[in-house]
């Protein structure tokens, strides 16, 4: 689903409000087929905000976004996707490894996506979120 709205009424999002509401729908969508996502997703932002500086808000399309200081470490949907940018050269060596896509809607740039789908995928999303702090932050974080 969240594709086909993405690629036939993504113009929607331009409606104020209105990306945030079917954000909400997804989110109500994962707790109904599946629940333990939300867990998840509470795991890692309370991962993440015990970074630095890193501070967790809303997405302006919806999701529960990252930032460290100002700039966007990367965002999470409510159906678990996880949106973020890197280096194009780090992308180029996840995407040989297979785990992660290219952006669906960023494509060839440094944007990717990641969904999570079980438990383990919960510790990779951290790695990666981990990956685009030290980008931003300049150094290794090892807490």
């Known amino acids: 689903m969240f594709l086909f709205v993405r690629k036939y009424l993504g113009f929607l999002k331009f409606i104020p409000g209105l990306a945030i509401v079917f954000d909400g729908l ?3 969508g994962s707790f ?3 629940p333990v996502l939300l867990d998840w997703m509470d795991k890692i932002e309370a991962a ?12 302006k399309y919806g999701g529960l ?4 200081i100002n ?5 999470i949907h409510g159906n678990g996707l996880l949106d973020m940018p890197l280096s194009r050269k780090v992308k180029a060596e996840l995407m040989a490894d297979g785990r992660i896509e290219d952006h669906h809607t960023f494509k060839n740039t440094g944007w990717i ?3 999570i789908r079980n438990y383990d995928d919960v510790t990779y999303a951290l ?5 685009g702090y030290e980008r931003l932050d300049g ?4 807490n």
């Open 113 to 115: 996506s990641f969904y």
């Open 65 to 68: 976004q990252f930032n460290y």
């Open 26 to 28: 997804l989110k109500l």
């Open 139 to 142: 150094k290794n974080i090892d």
């Open 127 to 131: 790695d990666l979120l981990r990956l």
């Open 48 to 59: 993440v905000i015990t970074w630095p500086q890193a501070i967790a808000t809303t997405h």
């Open 32 to 34: 109904v087929t599946k």
């Open 71 to 75: 700039a966007e470490i990367g965002h």
